[in-house]
């Protein structure tokens, strides 16, 4: 191994050097973990990363899935058709990216559009698969904002495809750990854009720092804003604090047309009340509840059966049984009969 | 016989020098403490997932994996185990009128004045509300805990209704530990009720103290009628 650290990559066409370069991309790089509160602050500040896809640049091909299954050594099942180009049918645990396909019709024109998007992890600024994972350390994020499950510590208990406001990770049924797009985080490391960006024969998929990428993308909506897409629109949702993988929507202003892209993503509320409320007022109701029962025990008088209550009770059965039942069962006599 | 209203036909006096109830059938002890060893295991299981400094809990299964593969296996068997208490226990725990005096009379059973409280059969109002209180959170918990068991049913519902579930087994779980905390101190707090659990009897002054209708019927229950 180098000396030398791999400078993080700002686009994903340039070529590997030959030097052999240390990662850029470590522990200290951690801004945020699942299941960790007392995280120590990362070393230094990475600059923001994000990937770009431009649909209207897109033509289909699924290079991209093909490059994504290559580079993450990744066996998705073959496939049947079932009427439409997607293939596989959704996102797998063995298939990270998914070329989802939609006719949509123009209400107002009635011009067919075929659009083509390319589903996968958004990689959000403020991640729900994050916020409810159990297991501390098994999903992190990184500064330069790539969201990363480390499957040594995933339990499998699939609450992150509960947090997820996109449908992403995916278990896999034999391993019981998910997987989902790592953002090639392990490319990322050596300086290297994802497999993805770089097979992408249109560069419809375009990749670096999340400033470039903006600016990018705002070249890019100008140039549709002139072709007849007066909607188009960078999708950066805010709902989720932005995301490090955005798209060029050509008809921005509906984007569940595109496959049902949510218009609006946040982390659910009914996620934010499990992991927030329930959570803290729960086991301080179970904290206080305990602590009462202990300190109740030790200042009041516990309830105690007084000799009058044994009296009483002799005289009852006394009354009931009579003398000679009574006599015959002075003693426990049926130990095991019961 | 005299009918029983108040009693299991498994409660008798045992002795009389001092009186002595059997209150719980051998089997009925060993289904409870059954019962309560696998909801041990559920809590220390569940709140590893839920609390993350109780992480560390998963160690006594074998880890994260293991834990998270045995928490649902525990729940199942619970609930047939606490199915088998409930159809032992269930017709003496419905509500009577004088489960309300006697709840209206809390504060002086607390103070410990009990003299004006009602006469009760073999359950008070705190016993009933414990068991059907672990009845329905136990029932909200089996139903939210299939909709988010992974392994075997990854499918079953759709992820909206997925965190509507992971957050109803979860505040039920909260529900339910409080439960037990209550249930687990009253049998401290009254002195004289474990017993009943452990050596399945309980004394004569206990029973008149807190149960006296159920003493009354369990003694009459035994009166043999006078010889022809």
Known sequence: ?338 | MAKREFSESTDRIVATEPVEVRRYATHTRINHWFTAALIVLLILSGFALFWPPLFFLTGLFGGGQNARFLHPIFGVVACFSFLLLFLQLWKLNIMRREDLVWARNIRELLDGQEENLPELGKYNLGQKFVFWGMFWLLLAMVISGVMIWQQFFPDLVSIPVRRWAVLVHSISAVLSVLIIIVHVYAAIWTRGTISAMTRGTVTGGWAWRHHRKWLREVARRQDTPPAE
């Open chain 1, 1 to 338: 191994m180098s000396e030398h650290t791999a400078p993080p990559p700002t686009t994903a066409v340039s070529n590997p050097p030959v030097e052999a370069l240390a990662p850029n991309l470590g522990d200290g790089d951690i801004v945020l973990a699942s299941a960790t509160p007392d995280l120590p602050p990362p070393t230094r500040q990475l600059d923001k990363l994000a990937k770009l896809i431009d649909i209207s640049k897109c033509i289909g091909c699924k290079a991209c899935q093909s490059a994504c299954i290559e580079w993450n050594d990744t066996h998705p099942e073959i496939g049947v058709n079932f009427g439409s180009y997607e293939n596989p049918h959704d996102l797998t645990s063995e298939m990270f990216t998914l070329m989802r396909f939609n006719e949509y019709e123009d209400p107002e024109t009635g011009d067919l559009d075929w659009l083509i998007r390319k589903d996968g992890c958004m990689h959000c600024e403020d991640p729900g698969c994050l916020k409810a994972c159990p297991s501390p350390g098994a999903i992190v994020k990184y500064s330069n904002g790539i969201v990363d499950f480390i499957h040594d510590k995933c339990i499998g208990c699939g609450y992150c495809i509960s947090g997820c406001p996109f449908d992403i990770p995916r278990m896999s049924p034999t391993k019981h750990v998910v997987s989902k797009c790592t953002l090639c985080s392990d490319r990322v490391a050596v300086g290297q854009g994802p497999a993805c960006a770089k097979a992408c024969p249109t560069q419809a998929i375009v990749f670096g720092t999340k400033d470039d990428m903006i600016a990018h993308a705002e070249e890019r909506i100008a140039d549709l804003n002139t072709r007849g897409y007066d909607k188009a629109s960078l999708y950066d949702p805010a709902g989720v604090g932005g995301t490090h993988v955005m798209y060029v929507l050509p008809i921005g202003d509906k984007p569940e047309e595109y496959s049902g892209l949510p218009a609006d993503p946040k982390i659910s509320n009914v996620v934010q009340g499990w992991k927030g409320p329930t959570k803290s007022v729960g086991m301080a109701a179970i904290g206080l509840a305990a602590v009462g029962a202990v300190l109740h025990s030790i200042f009041s008088k516990p309830n105690r059966v007084t000799e009058h209550d044994r009296v009483e009770a002799e005289e009852m059965v006394d009354d009931i049984l009579g003398p000679e039942e009574t006599a015959e069962l002075a003693t426990p006599n049926d130990e095991g009969k019961a």
